[in-house]
């Protein structure tokens, strides 16, 4: 299945990705939330270390008043620290102490124990010694603040755990993260429930030293939607998989990026957390793709708030087709080419009262070699765009044109059709499919904690191409003719590291032997950002 195609490139394939302006607002608000929280840690490192002298200074006056009479005992409270245990007694006495010390592993009997006065202090003494462990630890733990990395620089740990509650009415391709909606079966019941934490995702950023004037920084993300392990409940354990692994070289207006990224010339995707596994409309308009890459950017200043910037690069030649083999690497088509695939973009931005107003125009080309000279040329031309309404609103969206696209999830990822069932016959013709799509979000900002999205795609594969051959076949059966998906979500985030969503999904997708499906989909969302 064309679907089942594409589920197997994901295993191979980030955060959906929010567009510059939703972006830049996000960063004001954590800002702000890290300056409050830095003035609340300072204020209460300042009173820890106010309450450690304090202690401090208590247990020098006991240490001294109680060394004539026992100086055995509270000085090995004193210095044993977490060696010194309190036990409860079972008849607390009336000066309500009600602890009998053990101090180096040594129990002193309640009947043993010191006279009144004497056990007064011990008592004292060792409830303030815990005091001071407690609120020492809670100081250390404050300035425990950087992971080291092996090599000494500086790493930033991130990533978000991440329920999805679902349910599903109508059949999808899956479950938790539906794309493509089918027929029902006889016997199927025509939904499904279901709950999962595959979308957590887990990130390393380490910032590098200064190398000819640029600033070094690599990144990798993972998570956990890789597929499942085949044992009893392995939906519920989803393998690890790569999501994005880049390094930069950042100069003060050029950019040179190596690594498996994001599509540089098909940027943005809809907001949605119901589909953070991959970013949402795929196979409905939502050209996007992790594909190994080496690109250049760079950044010309056009005025005080606007400028320009202009990407190019090279880029494995996917295709969409399963691999052949799990452990072995075999080529694709695009890579049996022999040659990179080629991107290139170029980008308008301006700030409007801190608003960004970006514009975009992207281009693609690859060679695909199925053997036999049978050769097709892939590519796509695109725009991308995002306009501010006012304060409160933003419109968003991606178009494209383009051909054999499956490799970039366009066309349903059918790149190509065959004239017959075994593509290896070298008798067999085939024929590139074009197609033209996109999609568009309106964006609707209540406050700063509160948003609503709603967002729709389509991918329209061309009919002449569909039907260019009497009975044609894909990578798959059937051959799709047509998909179209939209939803309406609501993001609230109380804080910037605490999410709560709400997503209602509906699917139509349409057969070439004229067959309709739909499927609804409802997911709530929540996550915790690390």
């Known amino acids: 299945m064309c679907c089942a195609n594409g589920l197997a490139q994901n295993a191979g394939v980030s955060s959906s990705q929010d567009n510059l302006s939703q972006s830049v607002r996000e960063l004001a608000d954590q800002v702000r939330e890290l300056r409050v929280s830095m003035a609340e840690l300072r204020a209460e490192s300042e009173h820890a270390h106010a309450e450690t002298r304090e202690l401090r200074r208590e247990l020098e006056e006991l240490r001294a008043s109680s060394a004539p009479k026992k100086p055995g005992l509270l000085e090995a409270v004193v210095r044993s620290g977490s060696a010194t245990v309190m036990e409860p007694?079972?008849?607390?006495?009336?000066?309500g102490v009600g602890m009998v010390a053990q101090a180096g592993g040594s129990q002193y009997p309640e009947s043993?124990?010191?006279?009144?006065?004497?056990?007064?202090?011990?008592?004292?003494?060792?409830?303030?010694?815990?005091?001071?462990?407690?609120?020492?630890?809670?100081v250390d733990d404050q300035y425990q603040t950087k992971v080291e990395s092996a090599s000494k620089y500086r790493m930033r740990l991130s990533g978000i755990v991440l329920l999805n509650m679902f349910s599903n009415q109508g059949v999808v391709d899956n479950i938790d993260l539906p794309e493509i909606a089918y027929g029902r079966l006889p016997g199927n019941s025509g939904g499904s429930f279901g709950a999962s934490l595959r979308q957590s995702q887990l990130g390393f950023e380490v910032f590098g030293p200064t190398v000819a004037g640029a600033r070094t920084?690599?990144?990798?993300?993972?998570?956990?939607?890789?597929?499942?392990?085949?044992?009893?409940?392995?939906?519920?354990?989803?393998?690890?998989?790569?999501?994005?692994?880049?390094?930069?070289?950042?100069?003060?207006?050029?950019?040179?990026?190596?690594?498996?990224?994001?599509?540089?010339?098909?940027?943005s995707a809809p907001t949605s957390f119901a589909s953070l596994a991959e970013p949402a409309l795929s196979y409905a308009g939502n050209l996007w793709g992790w594909v190994p890459q080496i690109r250049v950017e760079h950044r010309?200043?056009?005025?005080?708030?606007?400028?320009?910037?202009?990407?190019?690069?090279?880029?494995?030649?996917?295709?969409?087709?399963?691999?052949?083999?799990?452990?072995?690497?075999?080529?694709?088509?695009g890579e049996a080419?022999?040659?990179?695939?080629?991107?290139?973009r170029i980008a308008w931005n301006h700030d409007v009262s801190g608003q960004a107003i970006r514009l975009g125009v992207g281009a693609y080309y690859s060679r695909q070699d199925y053997g036999f000279d049978r050769n097709v040329d892939s590519w796509a031309i695109m725009s991308d765009l995002g306009i501010p309404l006012g304060s409160?609103?933003?419109?968003?969206?991606?178009?494209?044109?383009?051909?054999?696209?499956?490799?970039?999830?366009?066309?349903?990822?059918?790149?190509?059709?065959?004239?017959?069932?075994?593509?290896?016959?070298?008798?067999?013709?085939?024929i590139g499919v074009n197609t033209v799509g996109g999609w568009t979000q309106l964006k609707y900002r209540a406050t700063t904690k509160l948003e609503f999205n709603g967002a729709f795609g389509i991918d329209n594969p061309f009919a002449?191409?569909?039907?260019?051959f009497p009975y044609a076949y894909s990578y798959g059966e059937p051959i799709l003719a047509r998909n179209h998906a939209g939803f309406f979500n609501m993001i609230y985030r109380p804080r910037s590291d605490l999410?709560?969503?709400?997503?209602?999904?509906?699917?139509?997708?349409?057969?070439?032997?004229?067959?309709?499906?739909?499927?609804?989909?409802?997911?709530?969302?929540?996550?915790?950002?690390?």
């Open 392 to 430: 409160k609103f933003e419109l968003s969206g991606k178009f494209f044109r383009g051909r054999a696209l499956g490799g970039l999830y366009g066309g349903l990822g059918q790149s190509v059709l065959f004239s017959g069932s075994d593509p290896q016959d070298p008798y067999t013709e085939l």
């Open 499 to 530: 999410v709560f969503a709400a997503e209602y999904r509906r699917i139509d997708t349409d057969s070439l032997d004229g067959r309709d499906w739909g499927a609804g989909h409802l997911n709530l969302s929540m996550g915790i950002l690390f």
């Open 112 to 138: 043993q124990a010191n006279p009144p006065e004497e056990q007064k202090q011990s008592g004292r003494g060792a409830t303030l010694e815990e005091q001071f462990e407690l609120l020492s630890g809670k």
């Open 89 to 95: 007694r079972d008849s607390p006495s009336d000066d």
């Open 337 to 344: 080419s022999r040659q990179p695939a080629y991107g290139a």
């Open 217 to 267: 920084r690599a990144d990798l993300q993972v998570d956990l939607a890789g597929g499942f392990p085949a044992e009893p409940n392995g939906v519920n354990s989803g393998l690890m998989r790569l999501r994005t692994a880049t390094m930069r070289m950042d100069w003060e207006n050029t950019s040179a990026v190596v690594g498996q990224d994001a599509l540089f010339f098909s940027p």
């Open 300 to 333: 010309f200043v056009t005025g005080e708030s606007s400028n320009v910037l202009l990407q190019g690069g090279i880029l494995d030649p996917v295709s969409g087709e399963v691999p052949w083999k799990n452990a072995y690497r075999t080529p694709g088509p």
């Open 464 to 468: 002449r191409d569909l039907n260019h």
